[in-house]
T-cell receptor, first 115, second 114 residues
Framework: AAGVIQSPRHLIKEKRETATLKCYPI?????VYWYQQGPGQDPQFLIS???????DKGSIPDRFSAQQFSDYHSELNMSSLELGDSALYFC??????????????FGPGTRLLVL | KQEVTQIPAALSVPEGENLVLNCSFT??????LQWFRQDPGKGLTSLLL?????REQTSGRLNASLDKSSGRSTLYIAASQPGDSATYLC?????????????FGEGTQLTVNP
């Protein structure tokens, strides 16, 4: 079965640079979620999109932005990177059925290292 | 704001033992609760999902229970094996009206010694 695809899997950037993470949801899934997991920490919800509109917002810094495109893939844009942005970034997707969002399926994550 | 706590933070057991991991949450108005496994530096593998209307779910040697009114869930692992060594994360999903985000606990790091 198709899973959530994230690219790149690993990314190294310098401070103050910009990074773009991509997420391709499972086919026919209409909702995408982004989570950030710092070293030794639990995943923290950043933001989600449903049918290309922002549906929920968590602890996403103002330096980050995200969007969902017409093909339902999503991109997380991170600017003015800081050392503290080094983390594992997960994307998850779900399908809406009967007005309710079903189980979230997680991608393998993108490991970002900011030097 | 939903808060999820997992106890213990770390657990080391000999192979073959049955063990219980605990998860508690502060807001009982949840949609469902999910247990994940995470190997070091790896992604999240969903183990069990319990809907708010359910009391338990079973998959192989794993059994998860949910007591929504008291804000608690337990993950029971029978006959533990060294391959079970990983971090186990509990996550709750809020009602649709409060968004579908998952709120995670900090995890229990399990080591099963051969």
């Amino acid at each position: 079965a198709a899973g959530v695809i994230q690219s790149p899997r690993h990314l190294i950037k310098e401070k103050r640079e910009t990074a773009t993470l991509k997420c391709y949801p499972i086919p026919r899934h209409d909702t995408v979620y982004w989570y950030q997991q710092g070293p030794g920490q639990d995943p923290q919800f950043l933001i989600s999109f449903y049918e290309k509109m922002q549906s929920d917002k968590g602890s996403i810094p103002d330096r980050f932005s995200a969007q969902q495109f017409s093909d339902y893939h999503s991109e997380l844009n991170m600017s003015s990177l800081e050392l503290g942005d080094s983390a594992l970034y997960f994307c998850a997707s779900s399908r809406t059925s009967g007005g309710a969002r079903e189980t979230q399926y997680f991608g393998p994550g993108t490991r970002l290292l900011v030097l | 704001k939903q808060e999820v706590t997992q106890i213990p933070a770390a657990l080391s057991v000999p192979e073959g033992e049955n063990l219980v991991l605990n998860c508690s949450f502060t807001d009982s108005a949840i949609y469902n609760l999910q247990w994940f496994r995470q190997d070091p530096g790896k992604g999240l593998t969903s183990l069990l999902l319990i809907q708010s209307s359910q009391r338990e779910q079973t998959s192989g040697r794993l059994n998860a229970s949910l007591d929504k009114s008291s804000g608690r869930s337990t993950l029971y692992i029978a006959a533990s094996q060294p391959g079970d060594s990983a971090t186990y994360l509990c996550a709750v999903r809020g009602r649709e009206t409060s968004g579908s985000r998952l709120t995670f606990g900090e995890g229990t790091q399990l080591t099963v010694n051969p």
